[in-house]
């Protein structure tokens, strides 16, 4: 079985920092991209930022970029998620993703794998 574990969420202001952290584990031989997405109480889930695993190439929502930074490193099959001056806005709970190649697929996209999900909560 795969296995996404999430950390790195918690209770920041306004301007502050965090950085999540999900590491993948269990039978993974052919990862296509992590990402990590975020959902807030009665929005949409939302994709914040994603990387493709072979050539590092990242996409951001328009909403994060310049704040944010997805990383990864392959050999700990890990993604991370750097988030600067944070916003209140940015408060939801964020959830990492898998994509491999092959599937599973999920209804909309590519992935098929997801943790529980961190909160992250930005309030003065």
């Known amino acids: 079985q795969v296995q996404l574990a999430e950390s790195g969420g918690g209770l920041v202001q306004p301007g502050g920092s965090l950085r999540l952290s999900c590491a993948a584990s269990?039978?993974?031989?052919?990862?296509?991209?992590m990402g990590w997405y975020r959902q807030a109480p009665g929005k949409k889930r939302e994709l914040v930022a994603s990387?493709?695993?072979?050539?590092?190439?990242?996409d951001y929502a328009d909403s994060v970029k310049d704040r944010f930074t997805i990383s990864k490193d392959n050999a700990k099959n890990t993604v991370y998620l750097q988030m600067n001056n944070l916003k209140p806005e940015d408060t939801a709970a964020y959830y990492c993703?898998?994509?491999?190649?092959?599937?599973?697929?999920?209804?909309?996209?590519?992935?098929?794998?997801w943790g529980q999900g961190t909160q992250v909560t930005v309030s003065s």
């Open positions: 993703a898998l994509a491999t190649y092959g599937g599973p697929y999920s209804r909309t996209g590519p992935y098929g794998y």
């Open positions: 269990g039978e993974i031989f052919s990862i296509s991209a």
């Open positions: 990387i493709r695993w072979s050539g590092g190439i990242t």
